[in-house]
């Protein structure tokens, strides 16, 4: 690709169109190599476009872990084009779009193949900020065994924000993107949902559902799909002092709660 391709890789309209996001600073690129180096089949073909100083880098990082990648030395006024940070480390690395979206018969087989299994979903309807995402992101890869569901108008999980604030996490959750609300009855049976008169989450029954929602930061999940999934709600309970907690936070505490009582 050109590099005034490349840099079109921060809208999402061209992420799609070439099949490409970016993945930058020296600590994300690190994680990039240890995952392409044990799953070299989901990494494909990867481009790491460096200034002068990383040379050394390279040769001590990437030339000796054997993971293929093509690497392309830029000039610092090409790094700083590339980059959508003001002080940008140097490193970039273009990196293919996995295949996330999954066809309904697709989705109906996989979940069909993980019935038996411990694996929990997370859906999340029209999440809109990409640092909740990316925090989200790093909780499920934290725990494991997890896959995550995003419905469509959701940020895209690989905007460079979302990337950013994941750390990392975001090369290791499973995510399957575009899952529309209506079409989750399809695939599962039973549904929890937080709300401020639900069950206390520490109840033996929380960890007994197969498909967990969470809504959009302001408006929630709608009611009407709630009611019509028969979902069950549960809180967290807190103090009162405050009427609600931050998305990523509420996701946090269900995904803690799940593992310890598994």
Known sequence: MKLSDVKKLHQKKFRTQFGFYLVEGEHLVLELINVARHKAQSTGNITLY????????????VLSSNVQMNVETVSSQQMQQLSDTK???????????????LSTEQSKTSNN?????TEKYIYLYEVQDPGNLGTILRTLAWFGNFTLLLSPNSVDPYNSKVVRSSMGAIFHVKMELNVPLESLAER???FAFLDMDGRNITSETFGSYQC???GNEARGVPSNALSALNATAYTIAGS??????????????CAYELTRSA
Do not use: M
């Open 50 to 61: 460096i200034t002068a100083e990383y040379e050394p880098w390279v040769r001590e990082y």
């Open 87 to 101: 002080s940008p480390q140097g490193i970039i690395a273009r990196v293919p779009l996995p295949n996330a979206t």
């Open 113 to 117: 193949a993980h019935s038996s299994s």
């Open 188 to 190: 599962f049976e039973r």
């Open 212 to 214: 967990y929602l969470f």
């Open 240 to 253: 009162g002092k405050i009427d609600s907690l931050n998305l990523a936070s509420a996701v946090n505490v």
